[in-house]
């Protein structure tokens, strides 16, 4: 029997991301934006969105992240997809639906593709708290990309993303052709860059 777990220790260059950012209380999401790249580039991924490993798309709010997430995902472009927002309690049950779905759905995208989707979507009671959390006493951005990281190393060792035949395809699901970043479709994965697996 065999021990299995994500390390650190990967060609940092072979990785790619999509990071999937609300703009909705933008002044928390930039911050965790901003402590996740702090942790990707520091673990050797080029964060620059002109480069082939990490794209950038922003959507409304967090309620239309599990949407681009799971396209994301589908297209089999990237090793994780970290989905960055922030929910701030209000006086109404907005916060509630908002939370929700955004969970619900983020899950249901890892689960349905078999690619690592985090949840970094900080739930706050208000505004202090949620800066609390994104930069001001620790940044959970830089936590999230640590998870994007580990999950992308672990789930590598089961398979090549590029050519798993239990992953559905794109069309499989939507039976439509999927509309990437321009740099995603720049970035053409040579097959020598995943060697066949022998464990
Ligand atoms: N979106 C957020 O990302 N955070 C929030 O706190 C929030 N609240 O509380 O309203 C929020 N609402 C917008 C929502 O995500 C959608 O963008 C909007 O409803 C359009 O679909």
Redesign the pocket.
């Known amino acids: 029997m065999a021990v299995f777990e994500g390390t650190f220790t990967r060609d940092p260059s072979l990785f790619r991301f999509a990071i999937v950012i609300?703009r909705?209380?933008d002044l928390v999401t930039e911050k965790l934006l901003s402590g996740c790249q702090d942790c990707l580039k520091r673990h050797g991924i080029d964060i620059n969105p002109q480069g082939t490993q990490v794209d950038y798309i922003w959507v409304?709010?967090?309620?239309?992240v599990p949407m681009v997430a799971r396209q994301m995902a589908i297209s089999r472009r990237y090793d994780g997809v970290i989905c960055l927002?922030?929910?701030?309690r209000?006086q109404t049950p907005?916060?509630d639906y908002?939370a929700a779905e955004a969970a619900k759905g983020i899950a249901a995208a890892a689960f349905q593709t078999g690619v690592p989707v985090i949840f970094g979507i900080l739930t706050a009671d208000n505004m202090t708290q949620a800066l609390e959390r994104a930069g001001i006493k620790s940044n959970h951005g830089w936590n999230y990309a640590l998870n994007a990281l580990e999950m992308a190393s672990l789930m590598q060792q089961f398979g090549d993303r590029t050519n798993s035949p239990t992953l559905p395809t794109f069309q499989d699901i939507s039976g439509t052709t999927p509309v990437l970043p321009v740099s995603a479709e720049k970035a053409t994965v040579q097959e020598s860059e995943y060697p066949e697996q022998t464990s």
């Open positions: 609300a909705f209380n409304p709010g967090c309620f239309e927002g922030a929910v701030i209000g907005h916060f908002v």
